[in-house]
């Protein structure tokens, strides 16, 4: 079973940081391209990051650029999302994802097996 898990969240001031982990199991954890996703109250979930483990190259939306990093440690089979200067708009439950696309991607219709969620709060 493709099992994804999420910790790290929090709650935190603006400008502030927080790293998020991902630990995967249940699945060869080169062959696929992990993505870090977020949902605010209301809103669409939408994609934040996602790593091809494979090569380590690396997409970021917009919004986030400049302040958050994806990264991962192979031999633990876990990506971590570091958010750096972190404001109250990046608010939401975070989730980690799978897909098995060999291009990257933040469509969360191309991801399948989804961690339970990590909530990260920013105050202002």
């Known amino acids: 079973e493709m099992l994804l898990v999420e910790s790290g969240g929090g709650l935190v001031q603006a400008g502030g940081s927080l790293r998020l982990s991902c630990a995967a199991s249940?699945?060869?954890?080169?062959?696929?391209?992990i993505g870090w996703f977020r949902q605010a109250p209301g809103k669409e979930r939408e994609g934040v990051s996602c790593?091809?483990?494979?090569?380590?190259?690396?997409y970021y939306a917009d919004s986030v650029k400049g302040r958050f990093t994806i990264s991962s440690d192979n031999a633990k089979n876990t990506v971590y999302l570091q958010m750096n200067s972190l404001k109250p708009e990046d608010t939401a439950v975070y989730y980690c994802?799978?897909?098995?696309?060999?291009?990257?991607?933040?469509?969360?219709?191309?991801?399948?097996?989804w961690g339970q969620g990590t909530q990260v709060t920013v105050s202002s």
């Open positions: 249940g699945f060869t954890f080169d062959d696929y391209i």
């Open positions: 994802a799978l897909t098995p696309f060999s291009i990257e991607t933040l469509d969360p219709g191309d991801f399948v097996s």
């Open positions: 790593l091809v483990i494979s090569t380590g190259r690396t």
